[in-house]
Each structure stands twice: as C-alpha cells, then as structure tokens.
C-alpha cells in the first residue's frame, strides 16, 4: 500500500504545545521517507462537503483564531488543510494511506471543531463518487473519538455508510447507542477497553453491516488514540490490534484506502502506523 502525504505538513498550521501539532507528521516521515507526494484539494472537492462561505473564512484567516477551546487556526492553516484533503483524495484514487494533519473527522460542514478543519476522510469519499465512479462507499472510522463530522456530513445518504468504533460517553458526545440506521453504526467502547472489546466489536457490529452493504470502496479513518500510551485517551488497545483491525477492514472489499485522524504519542505514533500499514498489505 502506498503512502502519502507532504514535507509542508510537518511545518505548516503551528500549534505550540497542542497536542496536534507538526511534530506528529515530523516523526512520521522520518519513519517513512519514501512517501509519495500529495497535493492541495480543489475548492470545488472541499465544497462537496463543506459551505462555501465556511471555506473561504479558512483560507482567509491572517492571524491566531481560536474556533473553539481546543481548536485553533493561524495564517497556514488553510494550506495545510486543502493538503491534507487533496492527499486523502489522491489515497482513495491510489489504494493508499494518507498520512495527513489537521485530522478531519470531527470537522462539520461549516465548523471546525475537536482540531479539525475540512473532513478529508469525507471530501476524499464525495470526490470518489463524482470522479471514480464509484457508487457506495463505506468509512470505517477506529478513532479513540466519534466522527461527529463524518456522521453528519452523510446523515441521510444511504450511499454512504459510516461505521465507528469508539470510546462512549467521551468527546465529543455523539455517537451512543441510540444513534444508529441502515447507514449509520456506532459501537461505543468503554472505559479500559482493551483489544477483546474492540476486535468484537468489529466483527459483531462492523464487518458484517459493511459486508452487506457491498461497498465498492472501503475508507477508513485510521486514528491510533485508542492506543494504551495515548495521552488522549483512557483505553488500551495495543500494537497488534491496529494491525488486526486494519487487516480486517483491508479484507471487507478489493478497493480500500485509510486516512490518519488522531493519535498524539509522538514516540508511538510511527510504530502503530506501521502495524496498521502491513495489516493492509496483509489482505492485499
Ligand atoms: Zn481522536
């Protein structure tokens, strides 16, 4: 599986001390140095998601912005995420891993919110629809969080379905037992869930819902904070579990592709990337 991703990204949307920050795509590509390049998305790919006027305040902001507590943008960050889209897009369009920041999934059509701007696992999935051809497509989203963003964005498109497994009550709040329908599963993990809960979770709830959805196009939104040394979270899923996971959403249709959300250990990071990497490889 190729990976993608930017030399820009490891430098551009500073953020001091947050745990989202350069340093996490610095480490990472170091790890992998042969990665291939990305590009910026289109506007017009950004607003098959997103609100043009939404667009346009990010790619105008010239100065430190806090959105909200823990999300905060300055004069690069517009960049950074018209990057990490367009490397999401050339993912899907190339099978590969998208090794992209700022992360997307929490990012709403006209909010950024939970430190993400533009849901690049979502402009990547509407980009295949209009441009592959590509009719359904399925986001499975292993993220410590819930994909508020990406669950909201395809709220009531059964052309896409969205599959997530996460720690529940937890940030931001959605994704609980109630919130469910025939394109829509959440499957809450609970505290110090370990490898067992959510390995059984994908196989109970996820794969088989995927399967029969037929997806043509698997995405999945690949975040490594449900990781036991993860500074964000209270679970502890290891190594070998991020491989298993990707190996199994790998194994759900020939056509698969993966886009990094959260995961803020910068000494684990590059690690469980690659486990999540050969479980990839492994199916295909
Ligand atoms: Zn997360």
Same mark, same amino acid.
Do not use: K
């Given at each position: ?122 402009? *990547?999935?509407?980009? +295949?629809?209009? #441009? ?5 497509? $399925? =986001?499975?989203?292993?993220?410590? &969080? ?75 939104? *690949?975040?490594?904070? +449900?990781?036991? #040394? ?5 679970? $502890? =899923?290891?190594?070998?579990?991020? &491989? ?41």
């Amino acid at each position: 599986m190729e990976l993608l991703s930017h030399a820009d990204l490891a430098r551009l949307h500073p953020t001091g001390e947050h745990p989202e920050q350069p340093a996490r795509l610095r480490v990472l590509l170091e790890r992998f140095p042969g990665f291939t390049e990305g590009r910026e998305a289109e506007v017009a790919d950004i607003e098959r998601c997103h609100t043009p006027a939404y667009v346009d305040w990010i790619r105008s902001v010239d100065r430190e912005t806090w959105f909200t507590l823990d999300t905060v943008c300055s004069e690069t960050t517009g960049r950074a995420a018209l990057l990490a889209a367009g490397t999401a897009i050339e993912a899907a369009r190339l099978g590969g891993f998208a090794l992209v920041r700022p992360p997307g999934h929490h990012a709403l059509p006209d909010h950024a919110m939970g430190f993400c701007f533009f849901n690049n696992v979502a402009v *990547a999935a509407r980009w +295949a629809q209009a #441009e592959l051809g590509v009719e359904r497509v $399925a =986001i499975v989203d292993f993220d410590v &969080h819930h994909g508020n963003g990406t669950q909201e964005i395809f709220a009531g498109d059964e052309s896409v379905l969205y599959a997530s497994l996460h720690r529940w009550p937890f940030y931001p709040g959605t994704g609980g037992p109630e919130e469910q329908g025939p394109t829509l599963v959440n499957v809450q993990l609970h505290r110090g869930a370990g490898d067992e809960e959510m390995l059984a979770g994908m196989a109970g709830d996820v794969e088989p819902v995927v399967r029969a959805f037929e997806p043509d196009l698997v995405l999945v939104s *690949a975040g490594f904070d +449900a990781h036991l #040394e993860d500074p964000l979270s209270d679970t $502890a =899923i290891t190594l070998e579990c991020f &491989h298993e996971l990707a190996r199994r959403c790998a194994s759900l249709t020939p056509r698969v592709a993966a886009v990094l959300e959260g995961g803020y250990n910068l000494a684990t990071l590059p690690r469980l990337v690659e486990a999540a990497l050969t479980g990839f490889e492994a199916e295909e």
